[in-house]
């Protein structure tokens, strides 16, 4: 059985537009928030959290798009994988599934410290 895609949007200003990140994505649903990344208490986020379920897939356009603390990151990353729950970003071309090998826990640090150091 294949779960829902579902897309994860944020922006941290008015003027950025929010449909650009996922352009051309399918989803099924999605949640979009208007909040800076370093703030783990957002809305939508966690809304997203506790509607995901076995299956699913979360769509994020890049990871600083879903936190620009490595260990939020992480956190947020762990949280999902580990109820099942596959992440996709579209920007890094990276997927984390909860049975990643080391590589790919090395790629979401790497690719994590680079979004935190671009703010």
Not at 18 to 24: H, I, V
Not at 31 to 48: C, H, I, N, T, Y
Not at 49 to 55: D, N, Q, V
């Amino acid at each position: 059985m294949t779960g829902q895609r579902i897309g994860y949007i944020r922006v941290s200003t008015f003027d950025q537009n929010p449909e650009r990140q996922l352009e051309g994505v399918k989803v099924d649903r999605a949640f979009s928030d208007k909040a800076s990344g370093k703030d783990v208490k957002r809305p939508q986020l966690e809304a997203l959290i506790s509607f995901a379920r076995t299956g699913d897939t979360v769509v994020v356009h890049s990871m600083d798009r879903l936190a620009r603390n490595l260990d939020d990151l992480r956190r947020i990353v762990q949280t999902l994988t580990q109820r099942g729950v596959h992440i996709e970003f579209v920007k890094e071309h990276l997927s984390f599934t909860g049975e990643d090998s080391p590589m790919a826990n090395l790629m979401l640090s790497v690719m994590g410290a680079f979004a935190e150091f671009e703010r």
